[in-house]
């Protein structure tokens, strides 16, 4: 599901943007990688998490999907020419990546998987495109946050079947990754890792 103009504005906004890079760097303190490694972020919007993936983590290659055409030509635009060197991009639906089994060394989701109708699907996209002992670095929000009395009626999402902690952590469970690191905030998100095994 594509965001509506409030939602493109706050992932736009300065306060996005310093939450993204709190967000990496918590994430290679927990399970860094071998540089060089190849990665794909789901949902990519304007660019700005793949700067800070690139930082920390010195992948040899940077795969950067999104449903939106839009997002993936800002982030295009948003990356430098020595960036765009190693950084391949496409539009994609994450219930159907166009990628080969067992692929990347890690996956980043910045906020994506609460927007896709048939999140499970997308989950076990993930888990497919990762190799065994790769890395699903993942915040999420809980649909206490943004299917809310006020909320609800300004932000665009599925209706339907929306995961609670409780449900996320059951599918990691289904699909063999181990939630290896996590920090939650009660009815409001999650950021966390997914090993897979």
Not at 30 to 55: T, Y
Not at 86 to 109: E, H, I, M
Not at 165 to 177: G, P, V
Not at 184 to 197: A, D, Q, S, Y
Request: proline share 3%; hydrophobic share 40%; with cysteine.
């Amino acid at each position: 599901m594509k965001l509506n103009w409030i939602e493109r504005l706050y992932v736009n906004s300065p306060l996005r943007l310093a939450a993204q890079h709190f967000e990496v760097q918590w994430f290679a303190k927990r399970r860094p990688i071998d540089a060089g490694g190849i990665i794909l972020e789901i949902g990519c919007g304007r660019g700005a998490g793949a700067g800070f993936i690139f930082k920390e983590f010195r992948p040899s290659r940077l795969y950067l999907s999104d449903l939106d055409l839009e997002m993936v030509k800002k982030a295009r635009a948003y990356l430098d020419h020595k960036k765009q060197i190693n950084t391949y991009f496409c539009q994609s639906d994450a219930t159907d990546l166009p990628f080969g089994s067992q692929r990347f060394d890690a996956v980043f989701g910045f906020g994506f998987l609460h927007h896709v109708g048939q999140w499970r699907n997308s989950l076990a996209e993930v888990v497919r495109v990762l190799k065994t002992g790769g890395a699903y670095y993942l915040v999420e929000f809980y649909p206490e946050l943004y299917q809310n009395v006020i909320t609800k009626h300004i932000l665009v999402h599925p209706g339907f079947d929306r995961f609670k902690s409780r449900d996320l952590k059951e599918a990691f469970r289904q699909l063999h990754l181990n939630l290896a690191h996590c920090l939650e905030l009660k009815n409001m998100g999650i950021i966390g890792i997914g090993i897979k095994r």
